[in-house]
């Protein structure tokens, strides 16, 4: 399967064309929020996972479906690619779009991969927990990563950093959204100084039960307490609505109208990639024409009955 996948649309970067460099959950944290499920590799071991070679072969032919974004992210810590910055270079040799990094940031201590990620166009790194247990609760990082290692390399990543820096702050019922939680995030926020500060929540199957999302009503609240406000991830229907992506979703729904499918079922199933499917399957539920349920540790989607008829 091709380590490129998409366009498909995001809710901060219109069309992107996603390249996943990292094999599926490997990655520096645990997240119980993570919609891909348990990490069953954790590490900090940074390497060329994916040859370079292999990684521009796959992304050349997609540039003619003109992305709005080129966005390093997928099944894995992308920063865990050792050779980010060649990647990047080679990106920006051969088109004008440009390159967004989504990262948990947990990496940004070491100046390696600080100095790689200078490169990029945009850089998001996440923040979830504003204090040691809290972190430890939401990430369950690597044993090599400390609350503290991991907030000051946020911190000086953002005084390096000349691009445009987006801080992404999940938030999770009865864990960070409120009390010294919340109050903790919001003074780590002030100390990082991104440009922009987005707010998100589990909208999708987690990886584990305790991750319960906060309602949009509630999520608008806590954005008026940073300084300077933080925004609520908008909707981005808008983006849905296009032409190619109607298409591949009446697809999934089509396999979905035959037999209740994993992710994994659907992106075999189409040939596309996990990441696309995930996409296609968040706008489906949300949208009322399909229903996840949860069988043992797995999660099958089903079409409504009235939807499929």
Known sequence: MSCVFGPVPSRRLGR?????????????????YCQLGRTPR??????EWIPLETVMEDLKPKLALKPDWITLSGSGEPTLYSRLDELIDGIHALTDVPV???????????PEVRKQLMKADLVIPSLDGGDPETF???????????????????????????????????LLEGINAAGEPLEHLIRCAQEIAPDRIQLNTATRPPAEESAHQVDQARLHEIAARFS???EVIADYRGVHAQTD??????????????RPCTTEDIAAGLGIHRNEAVKYIEELVSGGQVTAEERGARTFYKTNRKDSE
Do not use: H
């Open 100 to 110: 967004a990094v989504l990262t948990n940031g947990s990496l940004l201590w070491q």
């Open 228 to 230: 300077p406000a933080a």
């Open 136 to 170: 430890q609760t939401i990430n369950r990082p690597a044993s090599e990563i400390s609350f503290e290692t991991m907030l000051e390399g946020l911190i000086v990543f953002r005084q390096e950093f000349k691009n445009p820096y987006w801080l992404e702050i999940l």
């Open 42 to 47: 954790k590490t900090v071991e940074r390497t």
């Open 245 to 258: 992506f109607q298409t591949r979703k009446d697809s999934v729904l089509e396999l979905l109208s035959r």
């Open 16 to 32: 992107s064309l996603g390249v996943d460099l990292i094999p599926f959950k490997t990655c520096s944290y645990d997240c119980i």
